[in-house]
């Protein structure tokens, strides 16, 4: 049976799955190039590996520490990605944002699977 914690973790992930949809949309579709601002993306990436680590280091009970690795995981690798997208040619965004947009949609698959997993 299904707790309200739990439901609520596997619609948090839906959202997750939906984010790297539209990113692997976007890169599939072209639309994307580097921002006017750059710094804003680099501080976008910074917060996103920032959380990550917190989220690393958080003391987590044992049955949810696989999830919580999942989650610190995901979030470093797309800050890392976010990150360098300013410092490489253009040609390479549409690439980065989609790699972004599908780690996202395998975290967003895996956390569900482990939220049902759980409950």
Do not use: C
Request: glycine share 12%.
């Amino acid at each position: 049976m299904l707790t309200t914690a739990n439901l609520i973790r596997l619609m948090s992930e839906f959202v997750v799955l939906l984010l790297g949809a539209l990113l692997l949309l976007l890169a599939v579709s072209g639309r994307t190039g580097l921002p006017t601002r750059p710094a804003a993306l680099v501080a976008l990436g910074a917060i996103f590996l920032y959380w990550g680590a917190r989220a690393w280091i958080r003391p987590e009970r044992k049955a949810t520490r696989v999830q919580t690795g999942v989650r610190a995981g995901s979030l470093a690798l797309v800050g890392m990605l976010v990150v360098v997208i300013p410092f490489l040619p253009v040609r390479d965004t549409n690439l980065l944002v989609g790699t972004a947009g599908g780690v996202l949609i395998v975290r967003g698959l895996l956390g569900g699977v482990l939220s049902l997993r759980q409950a």
